[in-house]
Nanobody
Framework: QVQLVESGGGLVQPGGSLTLSCAAS????????MGWFRQAPGMEREFVTA????????RAADSVKGRFTISVDNAKNTVNLQMNMMKSEDTAVYYC????????WGQGTQVTVSS
């Protein structure tokens, strides 16, 4: 059973930085695509960024390119999201995602960007 547990959310000021982590367990994730999605109040869940478990391929939404960086720590089975130069529009619940023929989701962690 795949389990994804996010951590690291919180309140940050505009222009600040925050790092989210996703602890993945339950199986070997070789071949999986790992990603982060977010959902703001009243909005649809949207793609943020993704990476293959090997780290060889990355994708990111235009809205976060140059500011957010995704990485995989294979030894610790974690997927990290480094968020820099944060904006108020980054405020959302952030969800960790794992995909291999089906989607798996974490419970989400709240990120609020406000002064």
């Amino acid at each position: 059973q795949v389990q994804l547990v996010e951590s690291g959310g919180g309140l940050v000021q505009p222009g600040g930085s925050l790092t989210l982590s996703c602890a993945a367990s339950g199986r070997t994730f070789s071949g999986y695509a790992m990603g982060w999605f977010r959902q703001a109040p009243g909005m649809e869940r949207e793609f943020v960024t993704a990476i293959t478990w090997s780290g060889s391929i990355k994708r990111a939404a235009d809205s976060v390119k140059g500011r957010f960086t995704i990485s995989v720590d294979n030894a610790k089975n974690t997927v990290n999201l480094q968020m820099n130069m944060m904006k108020s529009e980054d405020t959302a619940v952030y969800y960790c995602n794992a995909y291999f023929t089906k989607n798996y989701w974490g419970q989400g962690t709240q990120v609020t960007v406000s002064s």
